[in-house]
Structures are given as structure tokens and as C-alpha cells.
């Protein structure tokens, strides 16, 4: 075990190099520049102005050479500062991660409250009443995008009830219910997007097994129903269903982009939206980083569950 996770954490870092190389050229092949931008504001600036711009920036090298000090920048752990506030990319990465990581926790846990026990029910109860009910919400889930329903959300209680949910961040030290409750509905509406393609997985998966050899003996041996159902399904049937939840990860974070933009919401994913807009390129750079660098260290915490779900799975 122990070697095989110093052999993916080596391997964890080629893929971080090539998303930091990917990143950093694709923000340098849009359309328009930092200093653009930044000179457009400047209605009486001249072009010595723009070339001094240029040099404070660190854009008039090659690119080759902005590449090789940013690399050495981050194996520092000094993601640069952003040309428009001056302000350290970890100053401000440290202020928003907290409220991504929240959105993202709390809609992963509301999406697999709603998937998983909806999906066992669902192929215990195969063909029933149940089970179509429960087959139609996976299909809905799936197919309505979160920024549809949420913009549904705002709009239509407000104008019907006069009631909108929260879009005025509230801390935790400004009272724990109040918290709870801004984070509520963008997170219900994130994991319900996540929960349908959990769902679907956790019923197949479950139906696959219940038609077991082993399985029909546990039935013959007059166990109980949850006894079969808890101890002798669920654990084999849900190793492609972790692997899956690893992979929802990177799904609950492009999807809180959106989601924190519509709520107003104070982190990650709005500000990389102004980044974007503002050319801000070591903000953008930092930020994708730092999720890649979650996202890769999830999908190894996923492989080193299967051990746990399957005795037979042996890491050698």
C-alpha cells in the first residue's frame, strides 16, 4: 500500500506540470493582453507608458522565459501577485478556497444523501412504482443544467412570493444557521446535478450484483433483507460508484464557477470568472493549480478506498 502511493504521488506530478504548461499557454493565446486592458483605462497614456506597464508586469520576455521563473515561482509556493490589486495570489486564493470548499462539500454530501439511498431503493424495488419514479428524477437531474434552475430559482419566487434565498454572503461568525442557509440552495442544486449520474450508477451496479451466485445463497439462507442488502451487497457493488464520485469532484468544481456567480458568492469560482475577464494571468494560473492539484489527490484517495470496499484488491 504504502508503495503504491508514493508511486502515484510521483506520478501526481507530471500531471500537475503539464496542466501548469497548459494554463499558462492557453491564457497567453486569447485574444488581448493584461496591459490592453489595463492601458484602455488610461486615456492619456502614451506608448513609453505601455512598454513601462510591460516591464512592472514581467511580459515584455519571451514567453519561454515568463514560463521558467513561473515555474520557479511555484516550487517556492509564490503563485505571483495579481496585476490589478497587488495583492498575493495566495492572499487571495486563502479568502475564497474556504468558501469553494464548503459549496463543493456540502453539495457532494446533499447529492449522495438524495443518489445513494434513491438508488438502492430503486433496484430492491425494480419495476415498481418506485423505481420508474426514481429512474425519471436521475433522467431530469442529468438533463436540466444547475445555472437553468438556479437562475429559476431567483427569479420566479421573487416575482410569485416576493421571497429569493440568500445572495449576501453571511460567515460563520455572524451566526451558524445563517450560514447554513446561504450555502443551502446553490449546494441543493449542485448535488442534485450530481446526485442523477450517481443514481443511475448505484442502481446498475446494485442490480448487477443482486443477480450474484452468492448472492441467491444469502437469500437461501434466510438472511434478512438489510442483512443481504447492507453486508452483502453494497460493498461490492459500489467500487465503480466511488470511482465515479471521484470523478464528480472536478464536475462540483466547473460547476460551482457558475453556481458562485449567480449567488454572488465570495469564492473561487467568481473570482477566476473576473480573472478570465481581466487577463489576470497569475490569478488564473493559480487557481486552476489548485483545484488540478484536488482534483488528482481525490482520484488517489478513490484508488486507496477499494482496498477497503474489496479485501481482495491487493496493491502490490
Known sequence: MTQYFLRRLLLAFPTIFLV?????????????????????????A?????????????VDKPVVVQFVIYLGKVARGDLGESPWTQRPVTDELGKR????????????????LIAVPVGILSAVRQDSMRDYAA???????????????????????????????????KGWSEGPLDHIYY???????????????????????MLEVLRQDYIRTAWAKGLRERSVILHHVTKNAFIPVVTFI??????????????????NMPGVGKFFVGAIFQRDYPSVQGVVLI??????????????????????????
Open 20 to 44: 501548469i504548461f497548459a494554463t499558462f499557454l492557453i491564457v497567453r493565446l486569447v485574444p488581448g493582453d493584461v496591459v490592453s486592458i489595463m492601458m484602455a483605462e488610461r486615456p492619456y
Open 46 to 58: 502614451v506608448e513609453s507608458d505601455r512598454e513601462l506597464l510591460r516591464k512592472e508586469l514581467g
Open 97 to 112: 478556497l474556504p468558501v469553494t470548499a464548503q459549496l463543493g462539500v456540502f453539495a457532494i454530501f446533499l447529492g449522495l
Open 135 to 169: 429512474r425519471s428524477f436521475a433522467i431530469l437531474a442529468l438533463s436540466v443544467p444547475s445555472f437553468f434552475t438556479a437562475t429559476l430559482l431567483i427569479v420566479f419566487p421573487l416575482k410569485w412570493f416576493s421571497w429569493s434565498p440568500p445572495l449576501i454572503y
Open 183 to 205: 450555502f443551502f440552495f446553490p449546494a441543493l442544486l449542485l448535488g442534485v446535478g450530481l446526485a442523477g449520474g450517481v443514481m443511475r450508477l448505484t442502481r446498475t451496479m
Open 246 to 263: 471521484g470523478l464528480q469532484v472536478g464536475v462540483a468544481v466547473s460547476g460551482s464557477i457558475i453556481i458562485e456567480s449567480i449567488f
Open 291 to 316: 483545484l488540478a492539484t484536488v482534483i488528482v489527490f481525490v482520484n488517489l484517495l478513490v484508488d486507496l478506498t477499494y482496498a477497503y470496499l474489496d479485501p481482495r484488491i491487493r496493491y502490490a
